[in-house]
Every structure is written in structure tokens, then in C-alpha cells.
């Protein structure tokens, strides 16, 4: 990562350890030798410089000449301008890519090709580099920029922003620059320096492919828990009346049934009353942030569970009274076991007392090291106390370590002793460590499969999984398909049956925050209305929304290891098949799922929100590049028409 971009990304503070340096990839080559071009069949965009003079004397588009493509791209693409005809005195091509946020700009002449990447969004950026001479009007930064010489006869351009984040540029189809530092992108455009001579060509057409897949039902994998994640009360004490029925009509359609409690752990008090008392929250490590988290709001709970939810309860810090002192009387992490159990049975008791249940699910500790023996006694007290006061339909989850290597550890340190791994219902890890894979997904595949083998014959739960590398905290689509990559992988490589994104809803006052760590945020500039922080929503939703409770995962498998597949159905022939087409090509899917009678057809990529259509019942189906697609007759979560007015 160049300067700029570690100012850029400076200060970012982590839940998890901060990650590995990512490697970059091979310097580019000092002279590239370009290899001849094979003239594509007929067909395109064509563009001619010069072209007719503007008859426009005032308010002239600055710069040069232009041709304006008018599509709008995907999320991922591959597009190649092929020149027919580059004469003169060295005119300048520019290739430039805008979208929301930034773009990048592809710049060739002179045997020379530079790819330089920009944001633009802020007035900030009006004090760090320039791309080139300052705009005027608009602020414009240089985040990241690479050139490459060439020698040969430069007939093609191809610019390809595919799946690991990634921008590539190939001259006459070999690859001769990248950038892992690019924003999402969605319209596009030449230039044309030149004071006399000829550039003549076209946009070749986007190709489409063909891809298949087939879902055995006899082949059963897991039985679906569900999804959801941790709905801080601060944040959903800030909705307005209306954006609390938004909020639970969202919980329904996005079948966010799981809830887990992130509760007061360092301010509760010894007497354990202030479980929900709201003055105790407490503000989150998120930048400039106000009291956002760690207490309770049972009412709450009360609701989820009337929607047909669960909760989950884990404490992170513990009370310094649960806490032992070493030698010097200085507080550890390690826990005094009695107090330990008896917060943990307090919570339930409480939580029965005021909801009318227990949490279905306890964790034994979230994202804290502990010595393997330490784990080793704590699942086993843990279990005896809540047996002891009456909780035994309550379930234990193993500690949820930061990072995958952590869970392969945890899930040994419990397996050493058989009568240790029994206490515990489900396996369970954070996967912080998948986002040192963002510009290699599949990279993941070998930790995903340790920590498989680690916790193998227990159902593993997802709880905690987001975006928090400093790197990576962007709205981008991009940004949020990488995750859904994961979700895929946790699904089909350690056949989660719940999977939780670390907020659903929290309150943060510096945005960046908000588009990474959570699905939702109240927005003030709404009438603090629960609004979608970024892409993240989306993405999740196409998991969320169509697979509920109770189906269980059946065996799909593609022709294509670029369309991710997965499939789901339940006792009642309610199915679900998700298409997630990680290319930078349009594919085309055959259908292979005998007996299955879809209704519904939703869509998401970069333009498209879950948009819902009715299904035609054809044999295939189109996947744009970096969409993703889900064929399904289950309907959406609604509320009843009391919970509607409650």
C-alpha cells in the first residue's frame, strides 16, 4: 500500500488483532513486449477522434474530445477497446471509469500506460495528491498509480475489475497492470489528446457464458438455526415511532430471527440490577463515538421471540468482580469461576423473569484468550450451573475466538477431554482473519477446512462476521460481495446452521463505521428510520430472506467454480437455490434441480436491492457478473396485523 493510502487508512482501530500486511502482487515489468492481437468478430461501440467540432461556445466539457459509452457497468466487468486506427503526433488515450465514490483512469500513449486510481467524495481530499493538475471544481485525490512501458503495436485495451478487488489492465490481451486499491465503478468514457492524426475504433461487446448446476436432494447437509446478529438498545432507542415498525417489518422480511445480546460485562455492577439500565451504555472503540452498546433491553427480546426469534448470550468483558488478581492485585482476564457461573445463571434468571424465557443459546466467552485449561473449566462449571438452577434446555456455544486459527485451537483445547466437549452444543469462531483473503477468497478455503476438522460433529455458528480492517471500510458493492463469498464458504465448508452479522442495528456518528460494521443505522437525516448502512444489507439479504429456520442445506454443484451455488428446502418442498457469479462475464445457468417449482426471482448486484419478480419456470437463468441471484418459493417474512400496530 503506497503513503497515501496509509494516511488514508490511519488510526482504524480493530475488535480483532490487527491483521498481516497483505503481500502485493509482482512489480509490473519495466518494458512489456506486446504479443499480437487477433481482430474480434464484428460488432461494438465504435468511437472516431476527432470528431465533428461542438458548435458550443460557453460551458465546454473541460479537457479533450470525449466518447461516451452509454451503459451502465456491473459490479465486476471485463471490457476491451480495440483500435482500428492510432496515428499522429502521440495522442494521449484516457479510459476513464467513474462511480460513486472514485474511479480510476486508464491513460496510454508514447509507449507508455498508466493506471492511476482516485477519490473524489470529499473536500478533504482537496490536501492529498492530485491525479493530475487539480479539477477546479470538484476535489479529486490520488490514492494509488503504476505505469508501464511497452513496445509493439498496441491494438487493444482490456480493463477487468473482478471478485478479488482488483483492477487489471491487459495490453493486446497480456496483463501488464493491477491495483487492489480500486472503488466501485459504473460508467465509463474516452479522451483524446491530440492535435492532429487519427484514433479510430470500438467498444467490443460483453461476452456472455454458459454455466450449469445440479442439486442433489438425497445428499442433506445442515439444519438451518438461522440468522440475524446484535441489535444494540442505544440504537434502537434512537428509532422514531415509525422507524421502530420499519425496524421490526425489516426483522421479518430480512429474517433476522437470531438475536444476540451483547450485555453490560464491565459496568455491572456486583448486585447484577443494572443488566438494563440504560445510563450504563457504553460508547464502542468506533472513532468519536456516544454510548452505543453493552446493556440490555428486554422488551426487546420479548418481541423477537413473539416473531418466532432466539437469543443468543455472551459476554465479552467480564465484571472486575468475576475477574481474578494476580499477585499484585492487578485484575486479569482470567475468570474467578464462581462469580463467573453465577452472572452467567443471573442473566438467564432475570432474562426469564422479565421476557418469560431464557436465551436459548449462551456463549462461554467472546473474543478473549484464555489458557486451553482455563476453557477446559469453565464449559463444564458453566453447564452445571445453569443444570443447577434449572436451565438445561439451555445451550452452550464454544468461545468465539477472533480468528479461524483461534477456533481450530479452542475447538482442540475442548476435544482433548471428551467429557469437556460434550458440555458443548455448538462450535463456534469469528472469522476476522477472511479479510487478509479479500484479494484471494478461495485462500480461506485451508483455514475454513482446519477449523471444519477442529469442531467436526458439532453444528457450527457463525456469530460474529463483518468488515472491521480500515482497509476495507467503504460503502463500495464490491467490498460487500467479498463477504458474501464467506457466507457461501461458511454455509457449504463448515455447514453453519446460524450465521450473524456482528450488528444488526447500531448508532455511529462517523459513517465509515457504519458501512462496514453493521446492516442498518437509525439515520437522522430520515426521522431516525432504520436505513441500510451500505451494500452489506443487500448481500446478507440474499442469504437471509429465503432460507428460514428448519430447511436444511442439500448438495449443489456447479459447473463453474466462478458461480458459488447453494441449496436449501424444508419438510413442506419449500426451496431456495442461491446463484452467486463471482465472474467478470454474464452467465447463463441450466437449471438442474428436479421437482423444484420456483415462484420467486430476487436479484442483487450494485444496481439492485433484493428486487423481487415473478419466476417464468424456464430450464436457465441469467447471472450478471457480481450478482447474485435466488430462485425460491419461500415468501418473505410479514408481520401479523397486530404486531403491525404494536
Not at 499480437?36 to 477522434?49: E, K, V
Not at 465503478?185 to 492532429?196: F, G, I, K, P, T
Not at 439500565?277 to 427480546?301: I, K, L, Q, V, W
Amino acid at each position: 500500500m503506497s503513503e497515501v493510502s496509509r494516511r488514508a487508512f490511519s488510526g482504524a482501530l480493530l475488535s480483532a488483532p490487527v491483521l498481516a500486511p497483505q503481500e502485493r502482487p509482482p512489480a509490473a515489468a519495466a518494458v512489456v513486449e506486446l504479443p499480437p492481437w487477433r481482430t474480434a468478430p464484428a460488432g461494438g461501440d465504435g468511437f472516431q477522434f476527432p470528431g465533428p467540432p461542438s458548435p458550443r461556445t460557453r460551458w465546454v466539457v473541460p479537457g479533450p474530445p470525449r466518447k461516451y459509452f452509454a451503459e451502465w457497468l456491473p459490479a465486476l466487468f471485463e471490457r476491451t477497446i480495440e483500435l482500428a486506427e492510432w496515428n499522429g503526433k502521440e495522442p494521449a488515450l484516457r479510459w476513464i471509469f467513474t462511480g460513486p465514490h472514485g474511479g480510476f483512469t486508464v491513460e496510454a500513449g508514447a509507449g507508455k500506460v498508466r493506471l492511476a486510481v482516485r477519490y473524489y467524495d470529499s473536500p478533504g481530499l482537496s490536501k492529498v495528491p492530485p491525479v493530475a493538475p487539480r479539477p477546479g471544481r470538484h476535489p479529486e485525490g490520488l490514492f494509488e498509480e503504476s505505469s508501464v512501458s511497452f513496445r509493439g503495436d498496441l491494438k487493444a485495451i482490456t480493463v477487468v475489475a473482478d471478485h478479488r478487488l482488483t483492477v487489471r489492465v491487459l495490453l493486446n490481451g497480456l496483463e501488464a497492470l493491477s491495483s487492489r486499491a480500486a472503488p466501485d465503478v459504473n460508467r465509463h468514457q474516452l479522451a483524446v489528446d491530440s492535435e492532429q492524426g487519427v484514433l479510430r475504433g470500438r467498444l467490443l461487446p460483453a461476452m456472455v457464458q454458459t454455466a450449469s448446476v445440479t442439486v442433489e436432494e438425497s445428499v442433506r447437509f445442515q439444519e438451518m438455526l438461522g440468522w440475524g446478529g446484535t441489535t444494540t438498545p442505544p440504537a434502537f432507542g434512537e428509532l422514531s415511532p415509525e422507524g421502530v415498525r420499519e425496524w421490526w417489518r425489516a426483522i421479518a422480511e430480512y429474517n433476522l430471527l437470531l438475536h444476540r445480546e451483547y450485555p453490560t460485562g464491565a459496568l455491572l455492577n456486583r448486585e447484577m440490577t443494572n443488566w438494563d439500565r440504560a445510563s450504563d451504555a457504553s460508547p464502542h472503540y468506533y472513532g468519536d463515538n456516544f454510548p452505543n452498546c453493552e446493556t440490555t433491553n428486554f422488551e426487546y427480546m420479548k418481541r423477537i421471540r413473539r416473531l418466532g426469534g432466539k437469543v443468543i448470550f455472551e459476554f465479552w468483558e467480564l465484571p472486575p468482580w468475576a475477574k481474578v488478581r494476580d499477585s499484585e492485585g492487578k485484575l486479569t482476564q482470567a475468570p474467578e469461576m464462581g462469580a463467573y457461573v453465577e452472572a452467567m445463571v443471573n442473566y438467564c434468571r432475570v432474562s426469564r423473569e422479565k421476557t418469560g424465557a431464557a436465551p436459548e443459546i449462551v456463549g462461554i466467552q467472546n473474543e478473549v484468550e484464555q489458557p486451553a485449561e482455563t476453557w477446559r473449566r469453565m464449559a463444564p462449571a458453566l453447564r452445571r450451573g445453569l443444570d443447577d438452577a434449572g436451565f438445561r434446555a439451555t445451550k452452550i456455544h464454544m468461545h468465539n475466538p477472533a480468528m479461524s486459527s483461534g477456533g481450530v485451537a479452542a475447538g482442540k483445547a475442548f476435544r482433548e477431554d471428551a467429557a469437556v466437549w460434550k458440555t458443548i452444543d455448538y462450535a463456534a469462531s469469528n472469522l476476522y482473519d477472511y479479510q487478509s483473503h479479500f484479494y484471494d477468497p478461495d485462500g480461506f478455503d485451508a483455514a475454513l477446512s482446519q477449523l471444519r476438522d477442529a469442531t467436526s460433529g458439532k453444528p457450527f455458528l457463525a456469530v460474529e462476521l463483518c468488515v472491521n480492517n480500515g482497509s476495507f471500510q467503504s460503502p463500495a458493492y464490491r467490498v460487500a460481495f467479498a463477504m458474501g463469498q464467506l457466507y457461501h464458504k461458511v454455509l457449504t465448508h463448515l455447514d453453519a446452521c446460524g450465521v450473524m452479522y456482528c450488528w444488526t442495528l447500531l448508532n455511529v456518528v462517523q459513517p465509515s463505521y457504519g458501512w462496514t460494521r453493521t446492516l442498518f443505522v437509525p439515520d437522522p437525516e430520515r426521522g431516525f428510520r432504520p436505513t441500510a448502512s451500505s451494500h452489506q444489507l443487500r448481500v446478507f439479504g440474499a442469504f437471509s430472506r429465503r432460507v428460514r429456520a428448519g430447511m436444511w442445506r442439500v448438495r449443489a454443484a456447479s459447473g463453474n467454480p466462478d458461480i458459488l451455488s447453494t441449496a436449501f428446502r424444508d419438510a413442506a418442498g419449500k426451496r431456495t437455490l442461491i446463484l452467486l457469479n463471482r465472474s467478470v462475464r454474464a452467465q447463463k445457468v441450466a437449471l438442474g434441480w428436479p421437482g423444484a417449482r420456483f415462484t420467486h426471482l430476487e436479484t442483487v448486484d450494485a444496481q439492485h436491492e433484493n428486487s423481487v419478480e415473478t419466476w417464468n419456470g424456464g430450464a436457465e437463468v441469467s447471472v450478471g457478473p457480481g450478482a447474485i441471484v435466488t430462485l425460491t418459493n419461500v415468501e418473505l417474512g410479514k408481520l401479523a396485523e397486530d404486531a403491525e400496530r404494536a
